[in-house]
């Protein structure tokens, strides 16, 4: 914070300034998790006419329920593929880009498309498009022989839901390294080249070490985005099925608080999820913290 | 580029070009699914160019919306999104720089108190609260209103942290220098700290507004009065729409429709998008 | 900025604009009727409330679309926990249980009706109809609204092709697969498809045949109720489908009413499902001619075929409010259940008439001869008096026992599991399920 010597002294004015925001967090952030973590350690009926206090029974309960641990898997699986398809492709591109001079804006503008479009539109576009009956991807799929159907095979629901996912991070991973490659001093690069490295060979040694901060935040961000920001592809297209292949540990939460009503179990898998989050949120904020320190 | 390598710069040409293709699959097949009467989309495979349909459907789903989903018009539905996404971007913009202002320029009791509360909020997305959040909403009687579609979600603290960082970064000697022109804290902030943000301010509206635009879980908790619909949630009750297969055309044409404001804000306000989203990351 | 901050601030704390919202909520002058009929349904539902209020000068029903059936309860239950919640709500009969256990917030129908002082004679109405919605001792506990059963939807077209009687459908399972085989021999892709798989190859196939979907009468008798649907005649069903999903004799298209349009374009002949999609098929098929007939049945099962069970929703009355408006509610569901609004109503919609008055109206008025199939499903619900494992099913958190076994036939259908393991897989993770109803609702 501004030191002493540069910063105002006020009697109300900062509290003025900060309260809708306090306000406004109390009410819908601090209270609702008070809520939920309290929730947690009730077995009630759906009307709330009946509470019985259970301590940690919930947890319990989800911690050895197969169905639980099967969305926690489903939930890793999902989101290391979508983060390293992504990426991947993302830093595939970004160092093409990187390269070209010419054109460099128009395949930029083309390119951030996605960073616009809702999770939930990306996942109805990948969903038409992967469609059994009338999808075009579908229908070269089955044209090359594989009979694909994501209503029946958990495999083909993830692959949906994976490739929609990543989709919609190209955009944003794409910036970032993209960025990141340009803050590379060129010196670095002429200096390996004089030395008779590849571009290939000059990729692997200078420039992708150099790339690890980027690499990292973008890690974190992709794996939160993964775990949170996805509830609308898989609501919109495969409902966590069949059977429960793609069901996240978000929609989850949903699914039995809202459709299913079990208010407790609901609210102790809320629970776990914030202590998940927890840890991302502070992984992230540690090293944005140092990063600023520089 | 370090040295000149002619097939390496055409493969980079290369790869980017399919690289855009596949990014804009999907879009395309949606335009052109949207600009087609339904019998076409029947069987696969679907036709690759767009059709005849675009005034057709477009118009069919801009006044009248999609039938079975008891839906209301698609143009309602870009109303309620745009105030949605409108009110969010503004008042998080609003309730976030005061707040870092305060943080940041201010010494005050509980400042730390006020920060640490804040930055809780990074731990508790919408998706960890569902149902306890609901309830509040509920109980406060803003369930199905654009104060409950909007109010939640503008005190998170992403823009606080973004304008702090900002803020940081700028010299200390502006303000001292502003103490001794004996300009209050107010003036300050409107003569100085204002201006000196508004790449900021043009980046995190840019974000802001895509956010608020994109909001899934939210309104579909929220709103069940078909009145209150946004345009993203409205397009899966489409596809659930009891009793009947989905119509596609008129899916996509809404999907079309839907993207167009965020992508339009994001590539008119490019430059300065990348540049904030980027610097401000960091 | 300032100016958009400070209005929302201030919109957000005023109290007086928030005690008018309670008002407005709370003590209207209508009798408010949350439903979950959309589209066209949801017209007539709207036309049905005006009548009422047209027809009379005291009281006023105002229906209110509130989303499917999942997002209309969660919605009721929410708004009853913070005391905002309407007069009626239409409830999917996989509520019923949780309905009937949250003793403190509702109003039986029965009760209401004796409140009010207008009579209700139990005889009047179809008991298959009822019989789902009545306590042990024969109490209507919520009013059947739309209630419609599973049939056998065929394509004319195709059998005569394949050379097999238009007029009728497969009658037993037995000749089903040689059906379905002289079908996919003139290029029919699949023999048929089913929707709501649940509902219609388990609950309905339980009950046609008499046999026991769950203990304790399906969970009328008692809340400590357990499936049964691994029993050798389930698994012999389950796995005669799986064997069939192989060659396509049976081709799974989705939980709900995703796979009509399988049958609508001709890939299927043959579909499975409510009674109610009549319209939306007729309205879809262009360019065959389509059949209806019973569901078939195992030749040799013993009780077979006996009734078909309802799938469809009540309106339930939750307790919290005036009681003139309960007056109201009476008035409206004495309306509701009159012959001619019934006729009506079971006409447009398809949905089965819940009087015997309405069933005899519709006949006189020669609906069923205009309309070939409509009937079918009247008389597959009524072809026997319900036995105690042909009433319907009540069992508590049955919208994720569903989902169980959505997901165990999934798996079974997708070749990854035995019928026999799915099916105890079911039981197994339904138990847990049923446990914490039981538990929850026991004080």
Known sequence: MVKDSAAFRHRFLPYLLVAPQVTITLVFFIWPAAQALYQSFLIEDAFGLSTEFVWFENFQFLLSDPGYLHSFKVTMVFASCTTFLSMGASLLLAVMADRVIRGAMIYKTFLIWPYAVAPAIAGVLWYFLFNPSIGILAYVIQSAGYDWNHYLQGSDAMILVIMAAAWKQISYNFLFFLAGLQSIPRSLLEAAAIDGASPFKRFWTVVFPLLSPTTFFLLVVNVVYAFFDTFGIIHATTSGGPAGATEILVYKVFNDGFIGLDLGGSAAQSVLLMFMVGIFTILQFRYVEKKVEY | ?282 | MFSEVLKMRKGFLNPILFLLGLTINCFGADIVWWHAMGGTLGEKVNEIASRFNKSQSEHSIKPIYKGNYTETMTGAVAAFRAKKHPHMVQVFEVGTATMMAAKGAIYPAYQVMKDAGIPLNPSAYLQAVTAYYTDAKGNLLSMPFNSSTPVLYYNKEAFRLAGLDPDRGPRTWNEFEDYAKKIQKVGYPCGFTTGWQSWTQLENYSAWHDLAFASLGNGFNGLNSSLLINSPEHIKHVETLARWQKSRIFDYGGRRSDAAPKFYNGECAMYINSSASYSPIRENVRTFQFGVSMLPYWEGAKGAPQNSIIGGASLWVLRGHKPEDYKAVASFFSFLTSAEVQADWHQFTGYLPITHTAYELSREQGFYKKNPGTETAILQLTHKKPTVRSKGIRLGNFVQVRDVINEELEAVWGGQKSASKGLNSAVKRSEILLRKFERANSR
């Open chain 2, 1 to 282: 580029m370090v040295e000149n390598r002619p097939i390496l710069r055409f493969l980079s040409h290369l790869i980017l070009i399919l690289g855009v293709l596949c990014v804009f699959l999907p879009i395309w097949i949606a335009f052109v699914a949207s600009t087609h009467a339904p019998h076409e989309l029947l069987s696969a495979p679907i036709p690759w160019l767009p059709g005849d349909q675009f005034i057709q459907n477009y118009s069919e789903v801009l006044q009248e919306g999609v039938s079975g989903s008891d839906s209301i018009s698609v143009a309602k539905m870009l109303f309620n999104s745009m105030i949605m996404a409108l009110s969010i971007a503004i008042g998080k913009i609003s309730i976030s720089i005061l707040a870092a202002y305060a943080i940041v320029y201010f010494q005050f009791p509980f400042r730390m108190t006020v920060f640490w509360i804040v930055f809780m909020t990074l731990m508790l997305p919408v998706e960890v609260r569902i149902v306890p959040t609901f309830s509040v909403i509920a109980s406060l009687g803003l369930l199905n209103s654009y104060a409950g579609l909007s109010i939640p979600l503008i005190a998170s603290a992403t823009a606080t942290f973004l304008f702090r960082q900002f803020f940081m970064t700028i010299p200390k000697e502006l303000v001292e220098a502003a103490k001794m022109d004996r300009a209050g804290p107010l003036k300050f902030f409107r003569d100085i700290l204002l201006p000196l943000s508004r790449t900021n301010l043009a980046a995190l509206f840019v974000i802001l507004f895509t956010y608020g635009w994109n909001q899934y879980l939210w309104p579909l908790l929220v709103t069940s009065d078909e009145s209150y619909a946004t345009i993203v949630v409205s397009i899966q009750k489409m596809m659930t729409a009891a009793e009947s297969e989905p119509q596609w055309h008129l899916i996509m044409a809404t999907s079309v429709l839907a993207m167009i404001p965020p992508v339009l804000v994001v590539i008119f306000m490019q430059k300065a998008f990348v540049k904030g989203l980027v610097d401000t990351e960091k």
